[in-house]
């Protein structure tokens, strides 16, 4: 029996986010306030090529989820260490500097809230996800890919567009 995957949240559209506290490379930062859109991802690795790429695409249209008054945040199991170091080897590579927050979960506590851990060759493995949650918590939708696919940039501001 995998308890791993038996402690992975089931959410489905239209239920409230689950609510939580972490450390993020921006702070403390909390999904327990209303008001607020967001974009959560979760992503394998740090330093992972397909991760980078998702990063610096989701930095490159930030402008464009603002303008939908909506947060970015990303979150793997790595640490925050790891997080900064990462992003500061982006800016030095690439030039571009992330200003969206990256959350700690070292222990994959926020990850199995979301459901974002499945089982892929015998290897519980944080997935390449989305989840969108409205202004009242809800979740508005939730796009799951392996681990190496790209997330659409676009088909997520497509999908926020349409919901508001």
């Not at 974009?39 to 303008?67: M, R």
């Not at 925050?80 to 080897?89: F, Q």
């Not at 290897?123 to 890919?145: E, G, H, P, W």
């Not at 790209?150 to 567009?161: A, M, S």
Request: aromatic content about 10%; charged content about 25%.
């Amino acid at each position: 029996m995998d308890y791993e995957l038996l402690a992975n949240g089931k959410l489905q559209l239209g239920d409230v986010a689950p609510n939580f506290r972490a450390n993020s490379t921006a702070g403390e930062i909390s999904l327990s306030k209303e008001n607020e859109w967001f974009v959560l991802f979760s992503y394998k690795e740090d330093f992972n090529f397909i991760s980078t790429s998702e990063l610096i695409n989701f930095q490159k249209n930030k402008k464009d989820f603002d303008k939908l008054n909506t947060k970015i945040i990303a979150m793997s199991t790595g640490n925050l260490l790891s997080h900064i170091a990462w992003m500061e080897d982006i800016h030095r590579n690439t030039g571009v500097k992330i200003t969206f927050p990256i959350i700690e979960d070292p222990v994959g506590e926020i990850c199995r809230k979301y459901g974002m851990i499945a089982k892929i060759n015998d290897k519980n493995t944080v997935m390449s996800d989305v989840v969108i949650v409205d202004n009242f918590n809800i979740v508005r939708a939730k796009l799951q890919y392996f681990p190496n696919i790209e997330k659409n940039i676009f088909e997520i501001i497509r999908i926020i567009q349409l919901s508001k």
